[in-house]
């Protein structure tokens, strides 16, 4: 479980050191036939979509709001957010050249759910604890019907290169 509050790392000098500071590390990204996990056009970088992957393994499964847990549903999009973070990692090559500009945070939940920005409230923090300004970001959080591979939250973001 990632738990951001409990560790400082505003004290750390780059963001690599903060995010292990934190007890996290970026995952490995497995290649896919159908898409690349970032596409890079003018300045700005589009990082695909990302589950809550660990180890290849889905986190979690089901709706937020019935099957999932606000707590629960908080705690993917972290991974689902440290997933994008390896992409855009892989797109500019260091940690510190990350800017992210927009996320988007895809919450399959209930029609009468209505916390989709709790839920992206984590992912928000842990990115600002990570990069600090650089993590700061434009964000729209989106209740939807369903998600691939029935995953309760999908980030898809863009980015530069800081």
């Not at 970026?26 to 660990?54: A, D, F, K, M």
């Amino acid at each position: 479980m990632i738990k951001i509050h409990e560790t400082s790392a505003a004290n750390t000098d780059s963001a690599s050191d903060r995010l292990q500071a934190l007890g996290l590390a970026l995952p490995e990204l497995r290649e896919n036939p159908y898409y690349v996990h970032h596409r890079t056009v003018g300045s700005s970088i589009y990082i695909s979509g990302q589950l809550p992957y660990r180890d290849g393994d889905l986190l979690g499964q089901g709706v937020v709001g019935r099957d999932v847990e606000l707590e629960a549903a908080q705690e993917l999009a972290r991974h689902a957010a440290l997933n994008a973070l390896a992409a855009a990692v892989q797109a500019v090559g260091d940690l510190d050249r990350v800017r992210i500009v927009q996320m988007l945070v895809f919450v399959a939940s209930t029609p009468d759910f209505g916390e989709q920005s709790q839920v992206a409230n984590a992912a928000s923090e842990l990115l600002i604890e990570v990069l600090g300004e650089n993590g700061r970001h434009a964000r729209t959080a989106i209740g939807v019907a369903g998600l691939p591979l029935n995953s309760p939250v999908e980030i898809q973001m863009v980015i530069t290169a800081a």
